[in-house]
Nanobody, 119 residues
Framework: QGQVVESGGGLVQPGDSLRLSCEAS????????MAWFRQSPGKEREIVAS????????YYADSVKGRFAISRELTRNTVYLQMNSLQPDDTAVYYC????????????WGQGTQVTVSS
C-alpha cells in the first residue's frame, strides 16, 4: 500500500454527527489493521479506534466508546469512522493509519483531517 487519504472533517456543533473516510491505495491483502488517531494542540496523539483486516476485532478508546463506530468496506479499501454525539473535547486533527501484515506498528499515515466541535 502506498498511501491512505482521509476525508470528511469539518466544523460541527456539540451533539452533531460526522463521518470520516479513509481510502487506502492498492490491495489490502497485506493490511493487518487500520486505525484512526487524533491529536489536538498541546496533547499527544492518541488512538481513537482500530479495526483488524486479519481476523476480526475492533478497539475503541474509552473516551469514544458508545459514540464512535469504526467500519470497513473491503471492496473500496476504505475505513470509516462514524462519530456521534460530538463534544468540544473531540476537536482534533484526525489521522488514518495502516498496519501492514507482520508489522509491529502503523507505518502508513494520512495527512489528517480537521474536526472542530464548537457552538
Amino acid at each position: 500500500q502506498g498511501q491512505v487519504v482521509e476525508s470528511g472533517g469539518g466544523l460541527v456543533q456539540p451533539g452533531d454527527s460526522l463521518r470520516l473516510s479513509c481510502e487506502a491505495s492498492g490491495s489490502t491483502v497485506y493490511t493487518q489493521a487500520m486505525a484512526w488517531f487524533r491529536q489536538s494542540p498541546g496533547k499527544e496523539r492518541e488512538i481513537v479506534a482500530s479495526i483488524r483486516f486479519v481476523g476480526r476485532g475492533v478497539y475503541y478508546a474509552d473516551s469514544v466508546k458508545g459514540r464512535f463506530a469504526i467500519s470497513r468496506e473491503l471492496t473500496r479499501n476504505t475505513v470509516y469512522l462514524q462519530m456521534n454525539s460530538l463534544q468540544p473535547d473531540d476537536t482534533a486533527v484526525y489521522y488514518c493509519a495502516l498496519q501492514k501484515v507482520g508489522g509491529q506498528s502503523y507505518s502508513v499515515w494520512g495527512q489528517g483531517t480537521q474536526v472542530t466541535v464548537s457552538s
